[in-house]
T-cell receptor, first 113, second 116 residues
């Protein structure tokens, strides 16, 4: 049973470009969480999704950021018009249902130049 | 809102010795989970140990144990017989017990160095 898969592991974007981060949850998991880790900081919650539904997006910036988890395929975190302050590690975690143990992927390190 | 505080940015321990990492939290809930995660240089978040708030007994996983003081809202991690492979960032985290509030709230981390 493969773990949570995130790709790419490293992503470099120029200011103003779009970044798409993908997360494939563990088999049988229908709940996905996205977290952001700025340099030398802890992880900060961004958004919690179930298949085709956003359950909690209280940690998402109001502009430029969006997330989806379609019925088929991976969850996508999309950042439009990236700025240098978006440079961070973005982690995805999945669980079989809400309130249960979540397993983390290895993260995507986004660098905006 | 729940908050998690780790007041030790860095700690150092000699190999084979014991070290305790501190964590305090704030919540108005009576039922919740607490966790310690390890993040080595590979960045992978590894669950070290977890504690259910309704359990009075402190959790233990091999060389790792916690001191959970619910009234004081304190949740420290003790690492016994420290090994070089224990060197990493350690994050304390809180999660509500059930329902849609399943997100984790993390502290800012403690960097643990293990010396020979």
């Amino acid at each position: 049973n493969a773990g949570v898969m995130q790709n790419p592991r490293h992503l470099v974007r120029r200011r103003g470009q779009e970044a798409r981060l993908r997360c494939s949850p563990m088999k049988g998991h229908s709940h996905v969480y996205w977290y952001r880790q700025l340099p030398e900081e802890g992880l900060k919650f961004m958004v919690y999704l179930q298949k085709e539904n956003i359950i909690d997006e209280s940690g998402m910036p109001k502009e430029r950021f969006s997330a989806e988890f379609p019925k088929e395929g991976p969850s996508i975190l999309r950042i439009q018009q990236v700025v240098r302050g978006d440079s961070a590690a973005y982690f995805c975690a999945s669980s079989p249902r809400g309130g249960t143990e979540a397993f983390f992927g290895q993260g995507t390190r986004l660098t905006v130049v | 809102a729940q908050t998690v505080t780790q007041s030790q940015p860095e700690m150092s321990v000699q190999e084979a010795e014991t070290v305790t990492l501190s964590c305090t939290y704030d919540t108005s809930e009576s039922d919740y989970y607490l966790f310690w995660y390890k993040q080595p240089p590979s960045r992978q978040m590894i669950l070290v140990i977890r504690q259910e708030a309704y359990k009075q007994q402190n959790a233990t996983e091999n060389r790792f144990s916690v001191n959970f003081q619910k009234a004081a809202k304190s949740f420290s991690l003790k690492i016994s017989d420290s090994q070089l492979g224990d060197a990493a960032m350690y994050f304390c985290a809180y999660r509500a017990y059930t329902g849609t509030a399943s997100k984790l709230t993390f502290g800012t981390g403690t960097r643990l160095q293990v010396t020979l």
